[in-house]
């Protein structure tokens, strides 16, 4: 623009997201409104050391393999 409208300020950078409902993707709703019982709070833990247990398998694995290669 050329003149007066030249000096106007305009946003600078991306301009930002519009927040949209996506139908297709469903997240998992936690439920952080009520207390959890014991019995809740004891599988919510269990749930989290078999994935943590999961994981340290699959690294040591990992490990191995790669001490394997490398003679």
Do not use: C, D, H
């Not at 003149?3 to 949209?20: C, H, I, S, V």
Request: no cysteine; glycine share 4%; net charge positive.
């Amino acid at each position: 623009k050329f003149g007066p409208e030249g000096l106007e300020a305009r946003p600078k950078g991306r301009p930002l997201m519009t927040k949209k409902a996506n139908p297709q993707i469903k997240r998992k709703v936690r439920k952080m409104n009520k207390a959890l019982t014991r019995e809740e709070e004891l599988l919510q833990e269990n749930e989290y050391l078999r994935a943590e247990n999961a994981l340290l398998k699959k690294l040591s694995a990992l490990a191995q393999a790669e001490n394997k290669r490398k003679p």
